[in-house]
């Protein structure tokens, strides 16, 4: 059976996506729709050129009745943050752009997953499945897996230990209510709050600088898109393999947490082949889970105030 990629948005994360997904995983076809048109054609040209070493691929720019008979449908169009902007700044404009997208994404017959990683990802991942109809397992959002790989990247770093010893999760809004599960945490098998070098002071300090690396790096050079595109290569691949993984995604709520919301936000969440198979229910602290409600209640208020 072909394994087809429909890719929405082909700029910084788009394009360094669909170079990842090329050398990660095993893809026979990948379409690009782009609305600065001459973007995929340049970009279809240059990914064709590593296939001597990665497959075949039939990699084309393509309108949306190419999106038909995709597993997977990616999208990462939207307007980027500029220095100083939070992700909900973005609201406005990328929900315009989702509504241009998944109606004529949906009318092509497309009956696969929705993978979204455009900003603010937990909004425009409920907004998705909102106006696509879709079953709420056909939707999945990036969420806080970038920001979890951060926050182990961090770690490994204040505790001198390879990052894979690092058991630790960022949950909840990929934003600024995000949060840190440090209650849970291990490294090497060890309750992370065990550690000479850990106190609530260090643990105050990674937490921060975890939420602003995206805002650092964007004031360096303009964008960050490494980290966001091998966490849609990680997940596209598990969906085209139907491959169980589990990492911290926005995923649909139904009840988790006693969050009382109908919307996605970050936890952790096995999906395989058809999107998301279990939407995981993590043990949290009391103030943890108090943050998570605490995330659902600001994701709650912005979508209240978007009109579809
Ligand atoms: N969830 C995450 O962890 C991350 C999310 N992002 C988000 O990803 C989004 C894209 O960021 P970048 O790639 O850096 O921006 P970019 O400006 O480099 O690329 C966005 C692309 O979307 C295209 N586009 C705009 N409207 C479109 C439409 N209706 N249909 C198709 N394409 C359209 C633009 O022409 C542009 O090429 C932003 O919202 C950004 O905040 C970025 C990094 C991490
Ligand atoms: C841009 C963004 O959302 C990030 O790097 O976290």
């Known amino acids: 059976m072909s394994r087809k990629v429909f890719l929405v948005g082909d700029g910084a994360v788009g394009s360094t996506f669909a170079n990842d997904l090329l050398q990660n995983a095993k893809v026979d076809e990948l379409a690009i729709f782009e609305v600065a048109k001459d973007r995929p054609v340049g970009d279809a040209m240059d990914l064709e050129d590593i296939t001597p070493f990665m497959g075949q691929t039939d990699i084309h720019p393509a309108d949306y009745s190419d999106a038909k008979d995709a597993d997977v449908c990616v999208i990462t169009a939207g307007v980027p943050r500029k220095p100083g902007e939070t992700r909900l700044d973005l609201v406005a404009k990328n929900v315009k752009i989702l509504k241009s997208i998944i109606q004529p994404v949906v009318e092509s017959g497309f009956k696969g997953v929705f993978v979204v990683s455009s900003n603010p990802v937990d909004i425009l991942t409920t907004l998705t499945q909102k106006l696509s109809g879709f079953p709420k397992n056909r939707v999945i959002g990036t969420g806080t897996s970038l920001d979890s790989m951060r926050l182990r990247v961090e770690l490994a770093k204040k505790l001198n230990v390879s990052v894979a010893k690092v058991n630790s999760m960022v949950l909840g809004e990929h934003g600024d209510t995000s949060f840190e599960n440090f209650d849970e945490s291990t490294v090497d098998g060890k309750p992370l709050r065990d550690y000479a070098e850990i106190n609530d002071d260090v643990l105050s300090e990674i937490e921060t600088d975890v939420r602003k690396k995206g805002g650092k790096i964007i004031a360096k050079k ?87």
């Open 222 to 308: 303009g964008a960050t898109f490494y980290g966001v595109a091998m966490m849609l290569t990680q997940i596209v691949s598990a969906v085209l393999d139907n491959r169980s993984i589990c990492l911290p995604l926005s995923a649909p709520i139904n009840g988790e947490y006693g969050i009382k919301h109908d919307l996605y936000l970050g936890t952790p969440t096995v999906i395989n082949g058809e999107g998301i198979e279990q939407v995981i229910e993590t043990k949290l602290s009391d103030a943890e889970k108090a943050k998570m409600i605490n995330s659902a209640d600001k994701m709650q208020e912005v979508l209240g105030g978007i009109e579809l």
